[in-house]
């Protein structure tokens, strides 16, 4: 089994920063692509960002410019920087991640983010 422990969300003003962290353990032999994704109230959720194992990241057309994700392997785990934060950042932002050799997918508990003045 694999766990996933997602911190760093809260409630940050507009222009703000904040920096997510999701910690993967338990029975992990390797991790493939990192990712995040997004889900705001009354919508679908959605990819942030997603790094693979070789480090090729790509991001959400809305978030480019502002978030970076990485990882640190030795650690199983995933960041996502998050700056110039906007009111329609606002989200539960879940963690994901692929598991090898059989590429489980394993989804984070969530964690709140809130942009508002």
């Known amino acids: 089994q694999v766990q996933l422990v997602e911190s760093g969300g809260g409630l940050v003003q507009p222009g703000g920063s904040l920096r997510l962290s999701c910690a993967a353990s338990?029975?992990?032999?390797?991790?493939?692509?990192m990712g995040w994704y997004r889900q705001a109230p009354g919508k679908q959720r959605e990819l942030v960002a997603r790094?693979?194992?070789?480090?090729?990241?790509n991001y959400a057309d809305s978030v480019t410019g502002r978030f970076t994700i990485s990882r640190d392997n030795p650690k199983n785990t995933v960041y996502l920087q998050m700056e110039s934060l906007k009111p329609e950042d606002t989200a539960v932002y879940y963690c994901?991640?692929?598991?090898?050799?059989?590429?489980?997918?394993?989804w984070g508990q969530g964690t709140q983010v809130t942009v508002s003045s």
């Open positions: 994901r991640i692929v598991v090898l050799p059989r590429r489980y997918i394993y």
């Open positions: 790094i693979t194992s070789g480090g090729t990241t």
């Open positions: 338990g029975s992990i032999f390797g991790i493939d692509t």
